[in-house]
C-alpha cells in the first residue's frame, strides 16, 4: 500500500474514472475506518462453496494484495470466516472485496482485517469446487482482472484497470487539487 499516496480516496477514484469502475452499494464496508488500496488478486467461487478461496490461499501471496471474490453474489454461504481472515492477514493480504457473505463477523472486525462484503451469515460454505484462480472476474458488472487497483473505503470499492493506473491517478490528484482550492475558498468566505 506504500506506494499509493494516503489521500487516494474511493471518491476521488471515482472521480478521476469518472464513475467506472465502481462497484454495486450492496458490497458494504464490514468495519467503519476501514481503508485498502492495492493490487487485486481476483477469485471465483461458486455458489456455497469457497474451494477456491481455500486454493489462492495454498501458494505464496504477495503482501498488499486485495483478495476479490466473485460469484457469491447468490450464495447463502460465508466466503470466508475469522480464521481465514486471520490466515489471510497473517499472509500479507490487506483486505478482501466479495459480492457473497462473510461469517465470524466480529472476529474479523476485531482483527483490524478489512472486507467489504454483501452481509453476513453463521452458514459454512461447502468446500467441492470447482476452483478459478486468477486471471478475471465480474462482480457488480465491472470486470476486475489481476493487478487491477481496488480502492475501498466507507464510501465503497472503486476499481481501476491495471492499465490506466497511471493516468487516474494524476487525474485523482487534479481534483484533489481542485477541491482543496474550493475548500479554501469557502473557509474564507465563512471568517
Known sequence: MSEFP??????????????????PNSIATLRADARVVGPARVV????DDNLSVREAMSGPQ????????????????????????????????????????VRDSREIRELGFAVWCRGVTPTASQKNGPV???????????????????????????????ERISELLARAK??????????????????
Open 6 to 23: 494516503e489521500w487516494l480516496a474511493s471518491t476521488l477514484a471515482s472521480d478521476a474514472a469518472e464513475g467506472h469502475g465502481v462497484l
Open 62 to 101: 504477495t503482501p498488499g494484495t486485495v483478495l476479490v471474490v466473485a460469484g457469491g453474489s447468490t450464495s447463502r454461504t460465508a466466503t470466508i470466516g475469522g480464521l481465514m481472515a486471520l490466515e489471510m492477514q497473517q499472509a500479507g493480504i490487506v483486505g478482501l472485496v466479495t459480492d457473497g457473505l
Open 44 to 47: 471465483l467461487m461458486s455458489q
Open 132 to 162: 478459478a484462480v486468477g486471471s478475471s472476474v465480474s462482480l457488480g458488472g465491472t470486470v476486475i482482472s489481476d493487478g487491477d487497483l481496488v480502492i475501498a473505503d466507507d464510501d465503497g470499492v472503486v476499481i481501476w484497470p491495471k
Open 174 to 191: 487534479d481534483k484533489l487539487r481542485q477541491d482543496n482550492a474550493r475548500l479554501a475558498r469557502l473557509r474564507k468566505l465563512k471568517s
